[in-house]
């Protein structure tokens, strides 16, 4: 997952790898001759370097950090001199334009800094305060620009179009100044907008709470599995054993977990609530129609993007409940619970990688992108731009998150499994994008938008499962792959659209001036649960403690985010199937749209890449390229149960 924060506040010699001889194993030796070191309880500090992020490549040291907040502190002083007449002249608009970049470049160092030292080490206070100290002095900056987007609607097209000829220098900053007139009705009077800017103060602390509550306050449970062995339920045990061979410890995982947040319900329904009013209140202020149009208005998208990913989706669940049923056939169960989602249908193929396995493989599923992609994934990986494994208070999940100018970071919490291998290949499409469109941008429109930001992730784990379902022999281990990238799909696609239809649902509650509670939550939830996992259609059972999932999800507190990744997967499998099908014309193509950064409208970007997503096309054929993974994995099931080749070996 990438996150990309808007304006101020921005997160920011070759080694040929061989594929070990542990993958050509046969897959029982495989599984047993893997070991994945465990950092889950080991102290940050203690971790082995070559495992963490060179974090030193933004700041060597906190105390550089400091003095370069210090000198941030002194250009917000700064900012009010800059602001007299800066429309004057060509000269003086540019030396603003390249004062607030270097304002935000630096903004971005110090933040990024502080939020990755912070989320490997989510209890040091240390860290804590120094995001708390530059998040206020951003918010400063931020009241201070106020004027900024004002004064461009003063000087007017026909004027700054002058000046662009008169001072060649200005061309970068074409396109905010043309987003901004496009922008107008929404931009408030600078008075207006200093005091609007200053809920930055406080802005975002909804889900700040939340996510220390879920990942470092909340109590948690300890349980006995039925071979005796008792856990603490933290998240990264729910993780692992929702996952397990035998359905009833699955079962107790998943409801002991969401029991558990059940019993602090209405805590999170008040953050959820207020960061959705924190919406409205933006949307309101500045005179959108509703929240969802204030979130799309920015990246030029029209609503009926959103509602038609929704319609297409539901009207295509065919596939996806297909593929449940062929599930349940292959764990051997009469019939399938919510418990049973994130088992693996072909739990005999318990294969684990370690990560210089993980990484070999993904550097050969990359190869059809060319040499100058692969030359930077191998710097990624010998140049420390991944946290590797998980540690004590380590927050929870994957991300990366570029550092115009240094590079991206990524976190991962790598446990072996191919899910894991897969999220690597999908965040190191973030680095890459980042990489790509900072190389070829300059700062003003490198910045692409969270629309764009889910293709080049999810572009890399079709790569990676091509390639393996491309030079795997084996059926048994083909029928592995495919699960697991259905399983990405339920996950970035079905999951996705239903946590989005979910998050419409919320805001048009508080849009109608009324209160999210944890009885309309469970509720809502539920329904839409039972709805998509085909609940009254026989398809699975889906359970009445799942209804207090929506207290886990970060991404609620993103402002419609999550839907950016199923638009993502959608416009990834048409552009992959475009590059694997192609030759170097459609390679440049997709480069060509990773180096655009930001520096056109998103819809514009992909149609230059040969994606539109204001049609039905790349839906229409994204769900039928699903059914066709479906198709695949139903005559290879087919084809093992002829050879008497048990694809399971669950205990249910």
């Not at 998240?235 to 397990?244: D, G, I, L, S, W």
């Not at 479906?630 to 008497?644: D, G, P, Q, T, Y």
């Amino acid at each position: 997952m990438k996150i990309k924060m808007k304006t101020l506040i921005c997160l920011i010699s070759t080694v040929f790898f061989v594929i070990p001889l542990t993958l050509m194993l046969p897959l029982d030796a495989q599984t047993a001759q893997v070991k994945i070191p465990d950092y889950s309880t080991t102290d940050r500090k203690d971790i082995p370097v070559e495992y963490t992020w060179k974090i030193e490549d933004i700041y060597p040291t906190p105390d550089e950090w400091q003095k370069d907040k210090e000198q941030f502190m002194q250009m917000i002083d700064k900012i009010d001199e800059m602001a007299v007449n800066w429309t004057a002249s060509p000269q003086k608009t540019l030396a603003m334009m390249q004062f607030r970049d270097e304002m935000f470049k630096k903004s971005a160092r110090l933040i990024s800094y502080a939020n990755l030292q912070n989320n490997v080490d989510l209890g040091n206070p240390t860290f804590q305060a120094m995001k708390g100290e530059i998040q206020a002095a951003i918010i400063k900056a931020r009241t201070k620009f106020a004027f900024i987007d004002a004064d461009i609607l003063k000087l007017g097209k026909e004027t700054f179009a002058g000046f662009v000829k008169a001072e060649p220098g200005l061309k970068p900053y074409v396109f905010k100044f043309e987003d901004v007139f496009r922008l107008a009705k929404h931009i408030l009077p600078p008075d207006q907008q200093q005091i609007a800017s200053m809920t930055g103060l406080f802005a975002g602390t909804a889900g700040t709470a939340s996510g220390i509550l879920n990942n470092v306050e909340l109590p948690t449970p300890e349980i006995t599995f039925s071979d005796g062995n008792k856990v603490v339920l933290n998240y990264t045990n729910y993780a692992k054993y929702r996952e397990c061979k035998n359905r009833a410890d699955r079962e107790l995982a998943l409801k002991s977990f969401w029991q558990n947040h059940d019993k602090f319900a209405n805590t999170f329904a008040v953050l959820l609530d207020s960061g959705m009013k924190e919406n409205l209140f933006n949307a309101r202020v500045h005179k959108y129609q509703d929240c969802l149009e204030a979130a799309l208005y920015d990246d030029n998208i029209d609503s009926a993007v959103y509602h038609n990913l929704i319609k297409y989706t539901r009207e295509n669940l065919e596939p996806f409940h297909r593929y449940w049923a062929l599930k349940k056939g292959l764990l051997g169960l009469d019939k399938l619970k919510y418990a049973d989602v994130y088992a693996s249908a072909v739990e005999s193929v318990d294969k684990r990688y370690t990560y210089d396995e993980a990484k070999a493989i993904i550097l050969k599923a990359f190869q059809p992108l060319g040499k100058e992609y692969t030359d930077m994934v191998r710097q990624a990986f010998e140049n420390r731009w991944v946290d590797v494994y998980p540690n004590k208070g380590k927050q929870q999940g994957a991300y990366s998150g570029g550092v115009y100018g240094v590079h991206s970071f990524i976190k991962m919490n790598y446990d072996g499994s191919y899910y894991n291998v897969s999220t690597l290949a999908h965040e190191l499409g973030h680095a890459m994008h980042t990489y790509f469109a900072s190389k070829t941008q300059p700062f003003a429109t490198s910045q692409y938008t969270p629309f764009l930001a889910e293709i080049a992730s999810t572009f890399n784990e079709n790569l990676l499962m091509q390639y393996l379902l491309k030079y795997e022999k084996d059926d048994l281990f083909k029928l592995f792959i495919l699960d697991n990238f259905i399983q990405q799909l339920k996950g970035s696609l079905y999951r996705q659209v239903q946590l989005a239809e979910f998050e419409l649902a919320m805001h048009r509650e508080v849009e109608a001036d009324r209160t999210l509670t944890p009885q309309w939550l469970n509720k809502k939830y539920l329904e839409l649960a039972r709805f998509y996992y085909g609940h009254d259609k026989g398809v699975m059972e889906v359970d009445d403690y799942i209804q207090g999932e929506w207290a886990g999800v970060p991404h609620f507190y993103l402002n419609y985010y999550v839907y950016t990744y199923s638009t993502g997967m959608i416009a990834s499998m048409a552009l992959s199937d475009m590059v694997l099908n192609g030759k170097q014309q459609e390679r440049e193509k997709y480069l060509s749209y990773l180096k655009a950064g930001g520096s056109g409208y998103p819809l514009d970007t992909l149609k230059l890449a040969g994606v539109d997503m204001t049609t039905p096309v790349p839906f229409q054929a994204a769900f039928k390229r699903i059914g066709e993974l479906v198709s695949e994995m139903e005559k290879i099931a087919a084809r093992l149960k002829k050879k008497n080749t048990k694809p399971t070996n669950y205990t249910n």
